[in-house]
Every structure is written in C-alpha cells, then in structure tokens.
C-alpha cells in the first residue's frame, strides 16, 4: 500500500489493508493459545492491530515531513488510518470474543477519546502539548511557601515547631495517598495553559471519580501558572454528575455538540464534520457484526 495524501480519503484500501494483516495475526495467535484462551486472543490480536496502526502513522509523518505536507494534511490521513483500524479491531475482538452490551459501549467510548486528542497532536492552531505537573512538587511548594510563612512570624520558636507540627497532621489527615495530577491532554493556547479530561459518560456510580477531579481542579487553580480546567464529554445527555462539575466554578465542562466546538476552537480544526463526512460504522463493519449488534440493540452506541 502507497501512503501519499490521498490516503485520508481512500477508506476501502486501508479497511482491506488491516482486515488482510488481521487474517495474518489471527493465525498466528491461533497457533500460540487454544480456542478457550479467548482473552489472551482478544489482547493479542489487539496489540497487533495497535502497532500495524502505528506503523502506517509512522509513515504518513515521515511521508509528510519529507514532502512538506501541512498539518491539517497528515491529520486527516492519521483520521482515517486510525478511524480504519478502529472498524478491523472491534470486528477482531468480536470474532474471538462476542460483544456484549457493556463491553461493547465501553470500548466505543474508551476509542473516542484518543481519536479525538489527534486534532491536538497535529494541530492547526498554534499549540503546544506539555507535561502536567508533579504532585510531590507542588506538595512541596505549598509546603515550603507555609514552612517560610511560619518562620517569618512573631512567635517563639516552640510556637513554630509546633506549627509545622499541625500543618504535617493536616496533610497526612488529607492525603491518603499521592494525586494524580496527570489528565488526558495538557496544552498551551495564547499564553495559556489547558488541562483536559475527557468522558464518553457519566454513569450512575461516578462520586469517587468526581470529587477527584474536584480536588485536581482545586490545586490546578491554586498553582502560579493559571491553568484552565476543561471537561469533554460525547455524551449529549448527562446526568447529576456533570451538572456537579458543570457548576463547580473548577471546571468548564462540555457536552455534545459544544464538545465538538471547543475541540474545534482550540486545535483549529473541525472534527465533527470530519466523523459526519468519514466515519459510518454500520456501514463499514463487517454485515455479520453489524447484524450481531443490531439483534442486541448495540446500533445505539455507534454514535460519535
């Protein structure tokens, strides 16, 4: 297969091409485990296709540095190769381990946020990615802002001993562990930074996983640099979850279509109207598959 720009719209030879190498690491996965070692199949057979994928990116950016193709050029080729891919591996992992419902519509949401990130990776707009922060930093510069405040105060020295003492039990009563500060895409745009978390959804038992992205939004906003927190969402209809973090005055959360609008503000490029010219998943699927999910009601989740 030739990788030149008009890679982004020839759909039918990449789906041929990943299907063609599917057929080669099916057999040999099926040499190496029996057919009850299902599972052990299904993440074989999908670290293989992951890295076939990455080969043909790894071409299209070389391709495109060599020949001084634009941005927007290399995305909407790594869209499409990767948009592919995603079609061959779920019809993969269905071959050796039938999709049910929750399986099903988690693996189409946990798909949705990495392709979403490459309008980010290639952007259009002047950006640029960063490294998130490190929690034992910024717990050690609050840490040392207090210890100095403590040390320039009028009190004796006992005084202050003791209270270091409670500002220690305080972050012990606190922290029951380390932060993670990391999220799924940190970017500066016109001199500001962004941190980004991405969800298909909300289910209805989210209130661990909230309060953490309460308390993460809390330290970005408390920190020199003035970082924006930004919540993506694909689902259009959301549930008390949201509407919480919406509201928190920490995050700026989106849903739906304004989802797809600020992905397209930041990176500067329209992606929902890509997925509505490109991506048609009943019709890209195998029919076989396609009449699989359909009987079970699972059509619902090929929604972008």
């Known amino acids: 297969m030739d990788i030149t720009k008009e890679t982004a719209k020839n759909k039918a030879e990449l789906l041929k091409y990943f299907r063609d190498r599917s057929s080669e ?31 043909i990116i790894e071409i299209v950016e070389q391709k495109g540095k060599k020949d001084d193709w634009s941005n927007q050029e290399i995305l909407e080729c790594v869209l499409m190769v990767t948009y592919c891919n995603y079609v061959v591996m779920l019809e993969v992992r269905h071959s050796v381990w039938p999709y049910e419902y929750m399986a099903f519509s988690r693996r189409i949401g946990e798909l949705w946020e990495p392709f979403c990130k490459l309008a980010f990776e290639y952007p259009i707009n002047d950006l640029e990615l960063f490294v998130p922060p490190l929690f034992a930093d910024v717990k050690k510069q609050l840490a040392d802002e207090v210890q100095e405040y403590i040390n320039n105060l009028d009190i004796s ?130 029919s076989d598959f396609v009449k699989h999910l359909e009987d079970n009601d699972l059509t619902q989740y090929l929604t972008w």
Do not use: C
């Open 25 to 55: 690491f099916i057999a040999e996965v099926n040499k190496e485990y029996g057919n009850t070692e299902f599972k052990k199949k299904a993440k074989k057979l999908n670290t293989l296709l992951v890295r076939a994928r990455n080969t």
């Open 157 to 286: 020295a006992e005084q202050k001993e003791q209270l270091n003492k409670y500002y220690d039990k305080v972050w012990s009563l606190v922290m029951s562990g380390e932060i993670q500060l990391e999220l799924d895409l940190h970017f500066i745009f016109e001199g500001k930074k962004y941190v980004v978390d991405f969800k298909s959804g909300f289910g209805s038992n989210e209130k661990g996983n909230v309060n953490r992205l309460l308390l993460v939004a809390s330290i970005y906003h408390n920190l020199e640099d003035d970082y924006q927190p930004l919540i993506f969402v694909r689902a259009t209809e959301n549930n008390n979850y949201f509407n919480t973090l919406k509201n928190s005055k920490t995050w700026s959360a989106f849903s739906g279509a304004e989802t797809y609008g600020e992905l397209h503000k930041y990176s500067g490029f329209d992606i929902s109207t890509w997925i509505v010219e490109n991506i048609n998943w009943t019709e890209d699927l195998d």
